[in-house]
């Protein structure tokens, strides 16, 4: 994101807290007293989806008289979006562009940004004051190191091994929190609620398992009990969070000083849908989100379900492909009749049979608001952004649906085709022979393998790591095969429409 103005800024006014009444009147702006807010929610991870989610939902709570849930953000290592916010007195726009029209809201809920890397002991005094009653996290998936086959906490690293020899100088989230409920503890403040808001399924097991694991490394080194404490007292609620929001681009800054009248240096453009389902489990209280939307559950499993198997496995079956077709963004993507109708399909016949029933949803009504989202023309969501990190959301998004197809004999040739988009994605260049970034876990290795067995899956299937029991199933190796050949021999748009004309057995 670049810093200094552009051409397009001198009509803009530069936000601050100064400057919010000088905002044009369809911006909406904080009325409440940012300096009355009660910092008791730490967040760690402020990226963008953050900030246009659950900042926002805090946010929506201030605007309605809740001051007892601030907000102070806390980065691990990059030290840019701190820099951004306390130049513009941690206030940022939030503009929402549904097909037609947008609109635009500043956030002002952050009271605080900190930088672990700057500053542990500032980070670590927060995270101990006892006005502190909930943690989140978005640290992504792999941030949990948690093994994907024994579901174990993987402790091989350097930064975690560092944490241990000095814990009162942690530069790890898991170092960072077991020492600040190491403090806690001896004050007798009591315990925080850790709750992840990361896309994956269990994300509150994952992140007890990593906190208490660790702890449990510490109690080796120092003595005590501390592991124990974390899992009598502390609470790690699930939770699954949903709303598309892609990357801001310097061009997208520009586009949103001149549609808001806003110069914010690092704005978020989102979607008007939002989603935010968490389970009820929180030992030191929690903010009232109900009341602004967010829904309070038993068990959040049919729901991080639903979504992880239908939007993010859609954005990965279109990601790959649709990128090798030649296209760039996913809205220009499903203009194409023949993307679209994959996208129906797969939905319908080859994945929501295999869902669990969940409570309050519509099925058929969530695949046709999904296929709108991913539609909206005003987005313009990268297919890149999409394609990063495949060898996690592959086996996470994908393959759960595949392995139950699979199992239960069940229609699998769109999964099919979309594992073999990404594995001839993984080759690195695209049928022009031009360069694609490949990013994410494994990447360099993966490239390695999808070159090595070019039409063949055979050497990518012997990375268990990522295909675990899926790489011993024949019928699903012969049907990948099948479906890299074709990917070779004609271009992604025509092996999709001959896929949806196969039946069960493969046939035309």
Known sequence: MADAPTPGHDRAVPLSDRTLHDLPDAVSVPGYDRAALVPSVVHIGVGG?????????????????????GLVGVGMHSPQIGEVLQAQDRLYTVV?????????????????????????????????????????????GTGYRIDPHTGEFDA??????????????????FGLLTEALARRRSAGSGPFTVLSCDNMQHNGHAARTAVVSFARLRDERLGGDLAGWIEEN?????????????????????????????????????????????????????????????????????????????????????????????????????????????????????????????PGIDLDEYQRTLVERLSNPRMGDQLLRLCRR??????????????????????????????????????????AGEHIPVEGPLSERLVDLAREGHVEPDSLLSERKVFDS?????????????????????????????????????AA
């Open 390 to 431: 495949g060898s996690s959301k592959m086996p996470n998004y994908v393959f759960p649906s595949l392995r139950a197809a699979l199992e239960q004999h069940r229609p699998h040739q769109l999964l099919v085709l979309a594992v073999a988009g990404w594995m001839r994605f993984l080759r690195g260049y695209d049928y």
């Open 156 to 173: 091989d690293d350097d930064a975690l091994r560092a944490d241990l020899d000095d814990p009162g100088r942690p530069g790890t989230v």
């Open 49 to 69: 989806f953050h900030r246009a989610h659950q900042a926002v939902y805090l946010d929506e709570l201030a605007r309605r008289g809740h001051r007892d849930w």
């Open 96 to 140: 929402e562009r549904g097909p037609h029209d947008e609109h635009a809201r500043v956030v002002g809920v952050v009271t605080r940004y900190l930088l672990t890397a700057d500053d542990p002991g500032a980070v670590l005094d927060v995270l101990a004051d006892e006005r502190t009653r909930l943690v989140t996290l978005t640290i992504t």
């Open 234 to 358: 502390v609470t790690f609620p699930s939770s699954m969070v949903d709303r598309i929001t892609p990357t801001t681009t310097p061009e997208e800054r520009d586009a949103v000083a001149a549609s808001t009248g806003v110069d914010d240096r690092w704005p978020v453009i989102t979607e008007p849908f939002t989603q935010w389902v968490v389970e009820d489990s929180f030992c030191a209280g929690r903010p009232p989100l109900e009341e602004v939307g967010v829904q309070f559950v038993e068990d959040v499993t049919p729901y991080e379900t639903m979504k992880t198997r239908l939007l993010n496995a859609s954005h990965c079956a279109l990601g790959y492909l649709g990128y090798l077709a030649g296209y760039r963004t996913i809205d220009e993507l499903l203009s194409d009749e023949v993307f679209r109708e994959y996208l129906v399909q797969l939905m319908r016949d080859e994945i929501v049979p295999l869902l669990p029933p969940v």
């Open 470 to 506: 899926l790489a011993r199933d024949e019928h699903f190796a012969a049907s990948v095969e099948v479906a890299l050949r074709a990917l070779e021999e004609q271009g992604p748009r025509e092996v999709i429409q001959l896929y949806l004309t196969l039946d069960e057995e493969g």
